[in-house]
């Protein structure tokens, strides 16, 4: 019974015309049952709907499109699901169809094939350098998680360069370009030869008309005097193996015009000498036959020296196995044999797809990512030779990428690793960039520097001058570069810094001695610099000021009094004013602020670190005295300083928000608030405060002690 005819007799208005369902139904008929095949002509139904009133540049009814795109997967054989969403796959992109419609109606699997082929439709190749192309067929592995996706997508490309002559010229020369840059290359990765020499060939076409219509024409006219001999050797070699008892098919292999231009063009060969070639292809049941047929072709005639290849016990880096010779035919002609098995035929033809291919037996539960990876182990296993280990580790960083894709302004493709940020991006521009970045654009929206980078988006960098790095980056860019160059900023400025706390640390050591950097003098200088191996003065007071050197015995050292001459008391001390930048830090165990009682601890690489009098952490450090210096707060400091505070509250609506406000009635600013602890009837809240100095807290704390659902304020003290 005419199945087709059955399914079209029920579809609205489509008796008139099939929009060449027929032929697809016929096709999937040949593999698929009954049921999978009904689930494609339901999506067919759904996808006219849809499609209904639009049409191809071509005239035709739009619905066309995707049936051939449908029919050209059913011809590779492969399974429901990627046929399903290649009827569908410009739906949600060209109507009003939705993925969740899809995702209801056809299953999660076939929406996420939709939305990925959607996604890739949205991307736009702009530029034509090489590497471009090589970064944009990247970018377009690394964007699909399901390989499907990408043959979908392959086969759209395919029918729409079918039918590109409905273009104008320049779109067809870019389209075709496009296809030659960027689509075969992605088929020929993925082995899939069937797809690639008809991107090849069409690219071609459409690239250099002239140059395809004069190759065209000479192979028609050789192939049309060739056909008798062809049939007639094909006759010949198909007897002998029948003689020894083999089974196997013997054709006249047709030409690829693509191939036949480049031989030319790269090997600088005469179109007679590419042209008169004759083809043939044996296909066999097992690899012995294979071998067999070999000895029995070289027996029938002579093999041409160094034309032989065996590419079944070394297969070619995308999978590809057959033997390779070459005879020296009747009248000399060369006759160019392919001897394979009949699987061998078919993973040259589809390559990855042939994972996709619809077995009656198949037990369905892989995985998208499962299958595509079960692909790479089969040609992990072919080339256990190690000839091709690098061709395999790029298609596998390819398939299943750490790294994203995105564009610059210009266009240009910007390699980064997966969650690289706005900063990365910039200082993956140039370090001069990064360093005078202030904000960020994705897509042309601004965005947080820190936000994440995706596939394919538009990344765009604003700078400023004097714009300086923020060592808060350093906690959320991902990329080296970007961290060396922050890193190297933070200490190209520490080492100023440090530079003029050290030049006070020690001027202020050598005044408790009596002496000062001027009494010591450049000779002493000099002579204690080639002692210690420094190179100069600067290098000492860097080292001092960082906490590397202690300048309490520094300063003794330059003013030559003896390590164990009489204790003097150290009544200078360091005056702090808040403005010495990284050199000098606050205690986050202690948080102090001017008018408490403080103490300097020199840190080595840090500088000197400001803690209370009576903080937990100083019995930590009372070990090395020689490490504290005597500090003391500079009058009329006009800065903010951190601190905490701890608050018992009544556990009342809105409680939280009414001290918030106190708080900054009071002239502060909320940095961060943590809840400590929450009973029946009351939490302990924690805030971290911006204040000028001890006057300012009391006042802070006063106004929070006297609210209403307030029980109890404490500054906090580890
Ligand atoms: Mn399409």
Known sequence: MDYAATILSKLPGANKRDHGLRRLVETLQSYLPEEQVAFITAAYEFGAEAHAGQSRKTGEPYITHPVAVAQELAEMHLDAQAITAAILHDTVEDT???????????????????????????????????????????????????????????????????????????????????????????????????????????????????????????????????????????????????????????????????????????????????????????????????????????????????????????????????????????????????????????????????????????????????????????????????????????????????????????????????????????????????????????????????????NSQTVEIVTAKGAKPNPNWLTFVRTAKARTAIRQHMKNLRASESVDLGKRLLDRSLKDLGSSLRKVGKIRMAAALEELGLNNNTELFEQVGLGERLAPLTARFLSGVSEDGEDEENTASLIIAGTEGMVVSYGKCCYPIPGDDVMGYLTAGRGVVIHRNQCGNLSNFRKQPEKWISVNWQKDIDRDFACQIQTDTRNKPGVLAEVAATIGDCGSNIEQVEVLGRHDDCSVLSFLLQVKDRVHLARIMRSVRNMKNVIRVSRDCA
């Open 96 to 454: 009003s169809a939705s993925l969740d419609d899809i995702a209801d109606r056809f299953g999660s699997e076939v929406a996420i094939i939709v939305d990925g082929v959607s996604k890739l439709d949205q991307i736009q190749f702009r530029s034509r350098a090489e590497a471009q192309a090589e970064s944009f067929r990247k970018m377009m592995l690394a964007m699909i998680e399901d390989i499907r996706v990408i043959l979908v997508k392959l086969a759209d490309r395919l029918h729409n360069m079918q039918t590109l002559g409905a273009m104008p010229i320049e779109k067809k020369k870019r389209i075709a370009r496009e296809t030659l840059d960027i689509y075969a290359p992605i088929a020929n990765r993925l082995g899939i030869n069937r797809l690639k020499i008809q991107l090849e060939d069409l690219g071609f076409k459409h690239l250099y008309p002239f140059r395809y219509r004069v190759l065209e024409t000479a192979l028609k006219k050789s192939q049309g005097s060739q056909k008798q001999i062809v049939r007639k050797i094909s006759e010949e070699f198909s007897k002998a193996m029948a003689d020894e008892g083999i089974k196997g098919t013997v054709s006249g292999r047709q030409k690829h015009l693509y191939s036949i231009y480049n031989k030319m063009a790269q090997k600088k060969r005469l179109l007679s000498d590419v042209v008169d070639v004759y083809g043939f292809r044996v296909i066999c049941d097992d690899v012995n036959s294979c071998y067999q047929v070999l000895g029995i072709v070289h027996g029938l005639y002579k093999p041409m020296p160094g034309r032989f290849k065996d590419y079944i016990a070394i297969p070619r880096i995308n999978g590809y196995q057959s033997l390779h010779t070459t005879l020296f035919g009747p009248k000399g002609l060369p006759l160019e044999v392919q001897i394979r098995t009949r699987d061998m035929d078919r993973l040259a033809e589809s390559g990855v797809a042939s994972h996709w291919i619809y077995k009656a037996d198949e037990k369905s539960d892989a995985s998208p990512q499962r299958r595509t990876r079960e692909w790479l182990s089969n040609l992990e296993e072919l080339h256990q030779s190690g000839t091709s280990e690098e061709f395999l580790e790029s298609v596998k960083v390819d398939l299943f990428p750490d790294k994203i894709y995105v564009f610059t302004p210009k266009g240009d493709i910007m390699p980064l690793p997966k969650g690289s940020t706005t900063v990365d991006f910039a200082y993956a521009v140039h370090t001069d960039v990064g360093d005078r970045c202030v904000a960020a654009k994705v897509n042309r929206g601004l965005v947080p520097l820190r936000s994440e980078l995706q």
